[in-house]
């Protein structure tokens, strides 16, 4: 946009950007195993589908131990904290500021990489719907060996789960194309530096920290 | 570009990043590794399953100190059965005690109802030849091991004799023979004899032949009963059989049918044949009737899922993907077409599989090859419809039907046989009825329905009403021979899959690519579909409005 000036914040450190691919890679595979397994459609096998699964299921529970206590120890949960304050001009604003060139109510910094709305939505993947998938997939992988656990509504949770993760991917991917080009977001996410608007006083210290010329 | 530059973090923080990332990945290793470990021992060792079974047949060489041919008692000139028997409990002088305590002899066994004995000579019927009249049918009793019907002594030889000798034709040969002095003659006796004493003195353990002569045949001919027992098992390839391939393990029946005291384990009827499903290293004197005994519960390679199913599916499931797979088997039995004439005459016709598909004295028959079994939850109990059970004519009567469910820890998915029949009823009693089949007065001779009706009930001391009329029944054999090589055992996909699964018809448990909430999948497909409409709708949005710019 015309008449403002850009700057490039570096939002995304190595590791979080490491993280955020690796649990992509491995949720979007056990989305095409887990809905192989739920009987949807037929491409590598039931029985490949179920150890791909397992497999790739165990590393992830393993490796988000490791993502919860990064999260802790660095202070990034602060991130997920849910806010109602500029929420409502958040959500007004992809409901009509967007169509009509209004700016982003809420500008992105390195203490607040998520607007509300995105806090609000990572909350609940984060600490609902993920917790929860791996929960009901441990009891799935183990219920032979818990004795009196029932599978049907450990299935239950876990397939209506996965179906609303994929309707979360399907949002996500797509609000990646609002950033100010169709691809800074996901550029962003790559390189970690994210070109933002410099409509907000952004503190020296904050841009060169990180700026080694 | 300057962006890139700063990509370029100073070698402390990429090495704190790195480590992290390593870290990361080690840990999250670990974590799994044992399951990953497992994998890759399981893919060196072998499965614990065949290594157990290995072990248990490792000394298979059965040896004895006693040579039969060289028994004094055994070198004279026999004339009749019994002499025979005399001749053996001579030595084994509690042989006979024991084998007539036995249900190969008597034919019964007490049922769980008052006053019932099951058994092809108590009250149990199937729909085959229905009831065997208590010893009466004297078609039936070809199969019983004694050498005169139910009199006299124990036929050892029924399942001791290696030679299958023509011994009921030779004594009356011998007995018509006697006393003649013509030299001719003489010199055949003294063959005859010979032939006998050489029989007599080929002793064995039972082998396949011995046990099959009757058990291949059972229901009047070569697979007509069990569809996984029939005469191609006496010398079956490992395709066939893994257990009893001559180029296999080349079992007898009796390496799992271990027996006490001539009492042979495997009887099914109201009680299961093992009442607890051991390992030989849980208990070492354990009956070899179950395939865990050999096998243990987790006899597949470590970690792998198949051993999470042996609590609730039975090995057989999988391990025999067809039953019949040699000969034909008998599917079902019509006897309400029986007694139709061709020129007066009884007659017969052959299907294409080479056996009868109509028989006058028997009614219509299917044959199969290569069936897929079907499959119940079944603890190793049936359920008997007798004859001094009421039935339900309207219904198919479920003649015999395993008994189990998914909450039984005892029942297992197991595969079956279910052989129809359509067979006679007592319509005023509403009771199957157990018609006399064979000799002068039975129904293959005189073609007479009702009167073979009230002279087989009488065998029974069963009343009947003097009205009869045709009910469809069904009867299950449970499948457990023919076990084929691993590599032949079921693909997950024949039981996990929404269409045509072959557990389709077993409720109450929740199978993964079987089975799915209709609510789940609409409330996913509502989730999925809205999103995708929701986002192109707004990019559309998107498009048309410019983002709202002015060019």
């Not at chain 1, 039931?46 to 397992?54: G, I, K, Q, R, S």
């Not at chain 2, 013509?182 to 007599?200: F, M, S």
């Not at chain 2, 039995?333 to 017969?348: Q, V």
Request: glycine residues 8%.
């Amino acid at each position: 946009m015309a008449g403002k000036t850009m700057t490039n914040v570096y939002l995304y450190t190595r590791f979080e950007r490491l993280w955020h691919w690796c649990q992509a890679l491995m949720v979007i595979f056990l989305m095409i195993t887990g809905f192989e397994v739920h009987g949807l459609y037929t491409l590598m096998g039931f029985d490949t589908a179920v150890e791909l699964h397992n497999f790739i299921g165990l590393f992830w529970l393993g490796s988000f131990a490791f993502f919860a206590f990064w999260l802790i120890i660095t202070g990034e949960w602060k991130q997920y904290i849910p806010t109602t304050r500029k929420l409502f001009d958040v959500a007004r604003y992809y409901a009509w500021g967007i169509f009509h060139g209004q700016d982003h109510p809420v500008q992105k910094t390195p203490g607040a990489k998520h607007n509300p709305l995105q806090r609000l939505a990572y909350l609940g993947i984060s600490a609902m719907l993920l917790p929860v998938q791996m929960v009901t997939g441990l009891l799935y992988y183990l219920y032979n060996s818990l004795g009196g656990v029932s599978l049907a509504p450990i299935a239950f949770i876990h397939t209506l789960a996965a179906f609303l993760l994929v309707n979360f991917l399907i949002i996500h991917l797509y609000m990646t194309t609002t950033g100010h080009s169709l691809f800074s977001h996901i550029k962003g996410m790559i390189t970690g530096w994210e070109e933002i608007y410099d409509t907000t006083k952004i503190q020296e210290w904050e841009t060169k920290a990180t700026r080694k010329t | 570009m300057e962006k890139y530059l700063n990509l370029k973090l100073t070698g402390q923080s990429a090495a704190a990043t790195f480590l992290w990332t390593a870290v990361l990945f080690v840990a999250a290793l670990m974590l799994i590794r044992p399951c990953a470990a497992s994998v890759a021992n399981a893919a060196q060792q072998e499965a614990l399953g065949i290594k157990l079974a290995k072990q248990a047949v490792r000394e298979d060489k059965h040896w004895t100190t006693v040579d039969h041919s060289k028994i004094e008692m055994l070198n004279q000139d026999f004339t009749s059965g019994d002499q025979i028997t005399q001749a053996c409990l001579s030595c084994h002088t509690d042989a006979s005690m024991q084998f007539k305590e036995t249900i190969h002899w008597t034919w019964k066994v007490p049922s769980e109802k008052q006053g019932i004995m099951n058994g092809k000579a108590g009250h149990a019927v199937n729909n085959f030849c229905i009831s065997g009249n208590a010893m009466e049918d004297k078609g039936c009793v070809s199969c019983h091991a004694g050498w005169n019907d139910i009199q006299g002594e124990v036929n050892c030889l029924a399942c001791h004799g290696k030679e299958k000798f023509p011994f009921k034709e030779t004594f009356a040969d011998l007995a018509a023979f006697e006393g003649d002095d013509d030299p001719d003659l003489v010199e055949i006796v003294d063959d005859l004899h010979n032939g006998i004493q050489q029989a007599v003195q080929n002793i064995t353990l039972p082998q396949r032949n011995n046990c099959g002569e009757c058990h291949f045949k059972g229901g009047g001919g070569d697979g007509v009963k069990h569809g996984d027992l029939d005469t191609s098992l006496a010398r079956p390839n490992r395709m066939l059989d893994v257990h009893m391939a001559e180029d296999g393990a080349d079992f007898a029946c009796t390496r799992c049918h271990t027996t006490v005291k001539h009492h042979i384990a495997g009887r099914l009827y109201t009680r299961p044949a093992a009442a607890e499903r051991k390992s030989l290293i849980e208990d070492d004197m354990a009956s070899k009737i179950t395939c865990e005994s050999c096998h243990s519960a987790t006899p597949h390679k470590a970690s792998t899922k198949m051993n999470d199913h042996t609590d609730k599916v039975a090995c057989q499931s999988c391990h025999i993907p067809e039953f019949a797979r040699v000969n034909p088997t008998k599917m079902s039995w019509d006897w309400s077409t029986a007694g139709k004439m061709k020129d007066g005459k009884p007659y017969e016709e052959k299907g294409d599989l080479g056996k009868p598909v109509y028989k006058s004295i028997k009614g219509d028959f299917t044959w199969a090859k290569n069936v897929m079994p079907q499959y119940y939850w079944y603890n190793g109990s049936f359920d008997n419809i007798g004859i001094k059970d009421k039935i339900d004519p309207q219904q198919i009567v479920e003649v015999s039907h395993p008994l189990g469910s998914p909450n039984d820890p005892d029942a297992r998915i197991h595969p079956f046989k279910i052989h129809s029949g359509k067979q006679p009823y007592d319509k005023i009693n509403q009771q199957l009825v157990a018609p006399l089949l064979s000799g002068p007065k039975g129904f293959w001779t005189t073609f007479d329905m009702n009167d073979a009706i009230i002279r087989g009930n009488q065998t029974l001391d069963v009343p009947y009403s003097g009205e009869f009329d045709y009910v469809e029944t069904t009867y299950a054999f449970p499948i457990t021979h023919m076990v084929a090589p691993a590599e032949k055992s079921l693909d997950c996909i024949q039981c996990h899959t929404r269409d045509n699964s072959r557990l389709a018809g077993i409720t109450g448990i929740y199978m993964p690519g079987r089975d799915k909430f209709a609510i789940v999948d609409t409330i996913g497909l509502i989730a999925v579909l809205g999103a995708l409409a929701g986002v192109t709708l707004h990019g559309l949005g998107r498009f048309f409005t410019r983002n709202g710019r002015e060019e």
